[in-house]
């Protein structure tokens, strides 16, 4: 079970205190360290200081947001029937325009289907990507041959 841990800090500069080390283990061992490399610092716990609680906790709940948003999507419905399997493209649109991602059944970078077809699942750096800019837009789009095989 993915846990994300919080801990409110007291002061300019504060730390976690005597608990720091087990709440960063806690957010390792959980499967969400707040980044690459926390552990060597002890710091994989979201830190909350007294002093700002509302905009460090605002913060911390919206990076955890980010980090635990899944790269899972359903398929949509299709008037008469079930999708045709060979006929989904995966679009995502930002800032810089709108690029199709293909399938990938490797699992590297892309998308593929998850057990029983109903749903699919972004890979690698397509995942990476949307997790990291809340603006990016997703769309599934059935009934044009799969680009990307």
Sequence with gaps: ????????????????????????LIAQAGGTPRYAG???????????NVGSFGADLQAALDA????????TF?????QGGKADLDA???????????????????HFDGWDYLPGNE???????????????PQIKVEVVVGCETQGQ
Excluded: H, W
Excluded at 64 to 71: D, H, N, R, T, W
Excluded at 119 to 133: F, I, M, P, R, W
């Design 1 to 24: 079970m993915r846990t994300f841990v919080i801990g409110v800090i007291d002061g300019e500069g504060g730390s976690l205190g005597a608990s720091e080390d087990n709440m960063s």
């Design 38 to 48: 926390c552990e060597a610092n002890a710091d994989c716990a979201y830190p909350v």
């Design 64 to 71: 955890i947001a980010l980090q635990a948003f899944s790269c």
């Design 74 to 78: 359903t398929l949509p419905e299709v």
């Design 88 to 106: 989904v493209n995966v679009t995502v649109t930002d800032g810089n325009g709108t690029k199709t991602i293909a399938k990938d059944t490797s």
């Design 119 to 133: 749903s699919l699942q972004l890979y690698g750096a397509a995942c990476e990507t949307l997790k990291n800019d």
